[in-house]
């Protein structure tokens, strides 16, 4: 199968390649590592711009290298194969989900991956849509509601509002019945509002303190921003972030930094509500396997989640 692959961490992009590799094999053996796994044949992939920077990209569960490594990991795409211990799954369904961290991902045209780590893809979702949905669907469900217990009546202040991950905390903020304040660089004003920001905040350009007070930050920025948005927090609330590690703290109340996890069921929500109009992705550029490589590397930043698409 085609796929693409890294070898030498400090090469970064410049030792990424389209290369030849095995289909995923070995799935009957009901001793081994793959028990419970399903083959996927991927249509659709996606992928974190930093993932070069993540331990788990180089290295298995117990530290060792695990190179050549297949990058990417947000898959829409259709079962070809079960293991022993498959529940739930049937071969020739359409699923999209999110693989494991410290295994070969989805720029390929086949990927392992755990079968609870997958949900059902209805028919009228496409497959980019699916893949597009996976990482920032989760991020965001569980950033506003496991970590930050995000109740209707709320404020919620979500930084990068226009972005991926930002745009689908917004959306679904709103849906729950919050008051989302949105923030950003002055061009993304629009974007922010249309996915369903009340207010906004130039970040370059106007006060984040002057907002008053909000029960939960949604952060996605880090830094100093992450800092001064503690301040902006009412006692009791809630501070969430995907940054990394923070010495935030607002008053009287919790910071939260976290790392997405698969979810079934969150998945199965999140794909119902695009499929009533409730909530859309937010797709900047599709590409092809072949041009992968430089799809990781963009010489420009880009605006949305960008999707390959392995099998038209």
Not at 83 to 107: A, E, N
Not at 259 to 272: E, F, G, K, N, T
């Amino acid at each position: 199968m085609k796929a693409i692959v890294v070898t030498d961490r400090a090469a970064g992009t410049a030792g990424m390649k389209l290369v030849e590799r095995p289909e995923p094999q070995g799935l009957g053996d009901l001793t081994g590592a793959n028990y419970g796994d399903v083959v996927v044949q991927v249509y659709a992939s996606g992928f974190t711009g930093d993932e070069l920077s993540w331990p788990s990209t180089w290295v298995d569960r117990l530290g060792r290298d695990r190179t050549p490594t297949i990058p990417g990991h947000e898959v829409a795409g259709v079962v070809t194969a079960l293991s022993y211990g498959t529940t739930g799954l049937s071969v020739g369904q359409r699923v999209f989900g999110l693989t494991d961290w410290t295994r070969d991902g989805t720029l390929a045209e086949y990927v392992a991956v755990e079968a609870r780590n997958l949900a059902p893809l209805p028919g009228d979702v496409d497959f980019t849509v699916g893949a597009a949905l996976v990482m920032p669907g989760l991020t965001a469900w569980q950033g506003l509601f496991e970590h930050g217990r995000l109740r209707a009546g709320q404020t919620v202040l979500v930084h990068g509002a226009a972005g991926v991950v930002g745009s689908m905390a917004t959306q679904l903020a709103r849906e729950a019945g919050a008051y989302v304040i949105g923030t950003g660089r002055a061009s993304s004003r629009q974007t922010a509002l249309d996915f369903g920001a009340q207010e906004f905040v130039d970040l370059e350009n106007d006060a984040l303190e002057d907002i008053g007070g909000v029960d939960l930050v949604f952060d996605v920025l880090g830094g100093d921003i992450v800092t001064r948005s503690a301040a902006v927090i009412r006692p009791g609330g809630t501070l969430v972030t995907i940054a990394g590690p923070t010495e935030a703290r607002p008053v009287n109340g919790h910071t939260v930094d976290f790392v997405v996890v698969p979810d079934r069921a969150q998945l199965i929500a999140l794909v119902q509500r695009v499929r009533e109009g409730q909530l859309r992705t937010n797709i900047g550029t599709i590409d092809t396997l072949d041009d992968a490589v430089a799809a990781f590397n963009p010489a420009k930043r880009a605006n949305g989640k960008t999707i390959i698409r392995v099998r038209p």
